[in-house]
């Protein structure tokens, strides 16, 4: 059977779990910053950027209610409409399996319609070619821009993808 994923708002419960799954090696090694999280500093991030508003955060669920990873849209501007998209998968056995595109329609519905964002974008490392699939079959377009950061295993390209509303309504008529 076809799990099919849904998403529940982020709660002060959900810290210690998404500390758990971000600072597992196979998560950390394709985020931009890798430093450890502590449960401290996710319950601040859900105090100072969730409970404001600045960033819109779910658990990613499955069918059967298994919680697999997190997805958010952060520095949510109002007044462009713009925000930026993040998600990781913290089960390993979920990686692979579509969920993370699924995630981000879902993300973008809720980017689109409920927030009337204009623009969502995206940031990752170039040598991450998963989430470059999944991101492209989502709806997002590589953007020309480009930029060169240092994580743990060095110098590393980070590269920009971004989706409009247009296109993202016009993609789920199809």
Not at 57 to 82: P, W
Not at 99 to 122: D, I
């Amino acid at each position: 059977m076809e799990h099919l994923v849904h998403l529940r708002p982020v709660t002060v419960g959900d810290a210690k779990k998404i500390v758990e799954w971000r600072n597992k090696d196979f998560v950390r090694k394709n985020f931009i910053y890798q430093e450890l999280f502590t449960e401290e500093g996710q319950l601040k991030w859900i105090r100072e950027q969730v409970e404001t508003g600045h960033v819109v955060q779910f658990i990613i669920c499955l069918s059967d209610e298994r919680e697999i990873g997190s997805v958010y849209l952060r520095d949510i501007d109002r007044e462009t409409g713009t925000a930026e998209y993040g998600i990781f998968i913290g089960e390993e056995d979920a990686l692979g399996r579509g969920y993370g595109t699924k995630t981000a329609k879902e993300a973008l519905k809720h980017a689109f319609t409920t927030l009337a964002l204009n623009r969502v974008f995206l940031r990752f490392l170039s040598d991450n070619i998963g989430a470059r699939k999944s991101y492209s079959r989502a709806g997002f377009c590589m953007t020309n821009q480009k930029e060169t950061v240092e994580t743990l295993q060095g110098k590393r390209e980070v590269c920009f993808m971004e989706i409009d509303r247009d296109t993202f309504l016009h993609l789920e008529e199809l």
